[in-house]
């Protein structure tokens, strides 16, 4: 009963936020201290969401929950040195397993000393830079939700939602075309203090305007022209993944932009994460924005090859109602698991956003 509370309290909560983000767009406070150069923000992200799921022959089931419900702080502390960080509550209120969910816990914590654009040094709970879905940020997604396979690393190497602690270099050359990412992170150190550190590293090529923040975009809706190329490792003992990934958007006629994502992982756990076998993953996403409109509809396919053969694969469609950008939406989808060829799920889902940030 109490998460039921809590969850309607949290339902609550991003309806008069979404009031207040319709009216205003801004953060929930902002501090400034012109003369060291200082800025705090403080802000909500919040995902109220209604499902049903229908599993094999079995009656479908239904759920309204919080998706996401984040609390975000940012600022610079100097005009070098900077954070962000933020909690995250998911699944408020869905069932699962019989049990209502109510787990609050830190979802990131990043410090940036930007030596230059081309030096930047970063400690904390960290994304692993394994591919550009999964370093994506959940307030600008195209779609309902992630790929289903950009975090298949993250329980194994007991990392959360593909975060993890370490450190990282992080830098933009060539004009802030090219950046690279170089990480030393836990792994599975936490459960195996002899285990070697894990490595990851990722280089992009920006051909149009560069991204040099800690997350990446996954729609503007036309306000920039992006064509992203990268790819990434991540090592640690005998496990290793590798990625290759591409993003592409651009503004169209009268104010609409196309949309276009493509991420190929390979995850191989060897000796060292025998619960990870050796599978090969894909994501394709694609979708359209009618500017003037504030609407859009998208598609998200992603398959999943495992090395002893079994095949599963993912599609969604949808459609966004793009009120005030990210910052206040409503997105609808309709998707499909297939397992060994034959239909294993169908989830219809609809989901508001408030980011007031």
Same mark, same amino acid.
């Given at each position: 009963?109490?998460?039921? %509370?809590? +969850?309607?309290?949290?339902?609550?909560?991003?309806?008069?936020?979404?009031?207040?983000?319709?009216?205003?767009?801004?953060?929930?406070?902002?501090?400034?201290?012109?003369?060291?150069?200082?800025?705090?923000?403080?802000?909500?992200?919040?995902?109220?969401?209604?499902?049903?799921?229908?599993?094999?022959?079995?009656?479908? +089931?239904?759920?309204?929950?919080?998706?996401?419900?984040?609390?975000?702080?940012?600022?610079?502390?100097?005009? *070098?040195?900077?954070?962000?960080?933020?909690?995250?509550?998911?699944?408020?209120?869905?069932?699962?397993?019989?049990?209502?969910?109510?787990?609050?816990?830190?979802?990131?914590?990043?410090?940036?000393?930007?030596? *230059?654009?081309?030096?930047?040094?970063?400690?904390?709970?960290?994304?692993?830079?394994?591919?550009?879905?999964?370093?994506?940020?959940?307030?600008?997604? #195209?779609?309902?939700?992630?790929?289903?396979?950009?975090?298949?690393?993250?329980?194994?190497?007991?990392?959360?939602?593909?975060?993890? &602690?370490?450190?990282?270099?992080? =830098?933009?050359?060539?004009?802030?075309?090219?950046?690279?990412?170089?990480?030393?992170?836990?792994?599975?150190?936490?459960?195996?203090?002899?285990?070697?550190?894990?490595?990851?590293?990722?280089?992009?090529?920006?051909?149009?305007?560069? &991204?040099?923040?800690?997350?990446?975009?996954?729609?503007?809706?036309? &306000?920039?022209?992006?064509?992203? #190329?990268?790819?990434?490792?991540?090592?640690?003992?005998?496990?290793?993944?590798?990625?290759?990934?591409?993003?592409?958007?651009?503004? !169209?006629?009268?104010?609409?932009?196309?949309?276009?994502?493509?991420?190929?992982?390979?995850?191989?756990?060897?000796? $060292?994460?025998?619960?990870?076998?050796?599978? %090969?993953?894909?994501?394709?996403? $694609?979708?359209?924005?009618?500017?003037?409109?504030?609407?859009?509809?998208?598609?998200?396919?992603? =398959?999943?090859?495992?090395?002893?053969?079994?095949? $599963?694969?993912?599609?969604? !469609?949808?459609?966004?109602?793009?009120?005030?950008?990210?910052?206040?939406?409503?997105?609808? =989808? !309709?998707?499909?698991? $297939?397992?060994?060829?034959?239909?294993?799920?169908?989830?219809?889902?609809?989901?508001?956003?408030?980011?007031?940030?």
């Amino acid at each position: 009963m109490r998460s039921q %509370n809590l +969850s309607t309290t949290a339902l609550a909560l991003s309806l008069v936020t979404l009031g207040s983000s319709l009216a205003a767009a801004q953060p929930l406070l902002t501090l400034k201290d012109p003369q060291r150069e200082a800025t705090v923000v403080v802000g909500l992200l919040s995902q109220p969401t209604v499902a049903w799921e229908k599993v094999g022959d079995a009656d479908g +089931s239904g759920s309204v929950y919080v998706r996401r419900l984040r609390i975000i702080g940012a600022g610079n502390i100097t005009r *070098k040195l900077k954070f962000f960080l933020d909690s995250d509550t998911p699944n408020l209120g869905r069932e699962m397993s019989g049990v209502r969910q109510h787990v609050t816990y830190l979802q990131d914590l990043v410090v940036t000393y930007a030596f *230059k654009d081309e030096i930047q040094v970063e400690g904390g709970l960290l994304l692993v830079p394994e591919s550009y879905n999964s370093l994506q940020s959940a307030a600008s997604l #195209l779609t309902v939700g992630y790929g289903p396979y950009s975090f298949v690393s993250s329980a194994p190497t007991t990392s959360k939602i593909g975060r993890d &602690q370490g450190v990282q270099l992080r =830098g933009y050359l060539a004009g802030k075309h090219l950046e690279y990412r170089v990480a030393a992170l836990r792994g599975i150190r936490e459960i195996d203090p002899h285990a070697a550190v894990r490595t990851a590293a990722r280089v992009a090529w920006h051909v149009f305007e560069p &991204q040099t923040g800690l997350f990446y975009a996954g729609t503007t809706q036309g &306000q920039k022209k992006l064509l992203v #190329l990268g790819a990434s490792v991540d090592r640690q003992d005998g496990y290793g993944s590798s990625a290759v990934d591409a993003f592409y958007e651009r503004p !169209v006629r009268d104010r609409d932009a196309l949309t276009c994502q493509l991420d190929v992982i390979h995850y191989d756990g060897g000796a $060292t994460l025998r619960q990870l076998p050796r599978q %090969n993953t894909w994501l394709l996403e $694609t979708g359209y924005t009618w500017g003037r409109r504030r609407l859009g509809a998208f598609a998200q396919a992603a =398959g999943q090859h495992l090395a002893g053969g079994t095949r $599963t694969t993912h599609w969604q !469609v949808g459609g966004a109602w793009w009120l005030r950008g990210h910052r206040a939406n409503l997105k609808a =989808g !309709v998707g499909r698991v $297939t397992r060994g060829g034959s239909s294993t799920s169908t989830q219809v889902s609809l989901q508001t956003q408030v980011f007031a940030f």
